[in-house]
């Protein structure tokens, strides 16, 4: 079940309507939640579902048997020891094995021998479950937190998986830590008038960066990309990718627009996932705005316990392998392919470079310096997006080459991309900078009734002229 389908709207009116009796008392309350979760992620495919309840029973089990132990104890070590290898090894068997299988292949036939070992994975392994990276990764924070003791565990098995499950974020993230939240979720829910018009207001905007920009703009860079070889024009490349660039950006902040709205609806909260990382100087600060929960969650769990950039004789070294070493892990994250492994690559080089250089902070110094830094970062992140994007690694380098070559060929997208490129700016700078309140101060308007007409023009919009309804780009992470 996807956010922009019939069917999901729905089933949202229908958990509204009894939320409404359910929500005021806590047993039902929680049951309604894993229940509802359960028929949303179910629709998909409900054989899945033995798996997000086999991997929040493992963890809730090992975090009781951790909060038992005595602190910094073996017996402690050994079981997160036992939750993150459960967590990384359902993940390297529904996500990777055929990855591993290819690389095994390939290491076998250096000495001659063909193995073909992918031919023996079971089909049902195959099938990468929705959302399988968001759920295992929220179950590893909580067994985490509770060892280092930033939270205790929780003795409602049905809470646990209330959490686990949610289904605002299920499938997509944000990925929401359990000391965020669990405790919220144990409270009876209070939502505001003011808080559930921010709620459909998040709803609209997101569904209008989905199923507006991000899916009709789909419709213009799917067909490139399916076909590599054949668009051979290098200057259309650069549109294409600054295209996906704003396709990517528009359906991942859309879903977790939508996503934070439907929780405020439901009288919960989640934290900003993206702050306009299109405006950053630096690709630090560009990840310090992008997909913020996951980038967060590599930094503390991940990061930080290598060492930081404090540990060692030489501390600057050691953050630079920390640095590398998480982002090759989110590049693996993000798929089973070299492709993505270099997309982690190429960020961690670029981070590599601002820390020995320092360039950003004397360019900054001037106004031309601020411009060149911005423009760079764009382009550092258009790179990687090339990587991201592209179906294979021979495909990628293929764009590469005719985007700096420039070479002649067939183009026809000139007019449709500044249409796209100026909405979305224009979407941007207006949530950026809040410009309806300008509108109301130099205008004979009154804010408020600003405000609703501007959402009323993006949901016709998003309704009129929305594009094929495709599933969001990281349902496939």
């Not at 769990?301 to 060692?312: A, C, D, M």
């Amino acid at each position: 079940m996807i956010f922009n389908s019939f069917t999901f709207i729905i089933f949202f009116l229908l958990f509204l309507f009894g939320w409404k009796f359910l929500k005021n008392y806590s047993l039902p309350r929680i049951l309604y939640l894993v229940v509802s979760s359960a028929i949303f992620y179910g629709w998909w495919d409900w054989r899945f579902l033995f798996l997000i309840f086999y991997t929040g029973s493992i963890d809730f089990l090992l975090a009781l048997l951790m909060g038992n132990c005595k602190q910094n104890s073996w017996q402690r070590k050994t079981i997160l020891a036992a939750s993150i290898i459960n967590a990384v090894g359902i993940l390297s068997i529904f996500k990777y094995s055929v990855f591993f299988a290819e690389i095994l292949n390939d290491f076998f036939r250096i000495f001659g021998f063909e193995t073909h070992l992918e031919n023996h994975i079971p089909e049902f392994c195959l099938i990468l479950p929705v959302g399988i990276s968001f759920f295992t990764f929220q179950s590893m924070s909580y067994t985490i937190d509770v060892y280092r003791n930033e939270l205790k565990p929780t003795r409602s098995y049905f809470l646990y998986m209330s959490y686990l499950m949610l289904f605002p974020q299920l499938v997509a993230g944000p990925i929401v830590r359990a000391k965020d939240l669990l405790y919220s979720l144990t409270r009876k829910p209070l939502c505001s008038e003011t808080m559930r018009y921010n709620g459909l207001k998040l709803v609209i905007i997101g569904f209008f960066k989905k199923c507006f920009l991000a899916d009709n703009v789909a419709q213009l860079v799917n067909p490139y990309f399916d076909n590599v070889p054949f668009w051979e024009n290098g200057f259309a490349w650069w549109i294409v990718i600054i295209l996906f660039g704003i396709q990517i950006y528009c359906d991942f902040s859309g879903y977790s627009d939508i996503a934070r709205g439907i929780i405020k609806l439901m009288g919960y909260r989640f934290n900003l996932n993206f702050n306009h990382p299109y405006i950053a100087c630096s690709i630090k600060e560009f990840w310090g705005r992008w997909h913020i929960s996951l980038s967060s969650w590599f930094r503390d769990y991940v990061y930080i316990p290598l060492g930081g950039s404090r540990s060692g004789r030489h501390p600057r070294l050691n953050a630079i392998r920390n640095v590398w070493i998480s982002f090759l892990l989110s590049g693996l994250w993000h798929g089973a392919a070299w492709n993505f492994i270099t997309w982690g690559a190429l960020h961690a080089g670029y981070l590599t470079l601002e820390r020995t250089t320092n360039y950003q902070e004397h360019f900054r110094k001037k106004w031309y310096g601020v411009l060149f830094c911005f423009l760079f970062v764009q382009l550092q992140v258009l790179m990687a997006w090339v990587f991201f994007r592209a179906q294979t690694m021979d495909d990628a380098l293929c764009i590469l080459s005719r985007m700096f070559t420039l070479s002649a060929g067939e183009f026809d997208l000139r007019n449709v991309f500044l249409l796209y490129l100026i909405v979305f700016a224009g979407m941007e700078l207006f949530m950026l900078y809040n410009l309806d309140r300008l509108l109301a101060k130099y205008l004979p308007l009154d804010r408020k009734k600003v405000e609703p007409v501007l959402l009323a023009v993006l949901a016709f919009i998003t309704i009129f002229f929305r594009g094929d309804g495709n599933a969001f780009i990281y349902f496939q992470f």
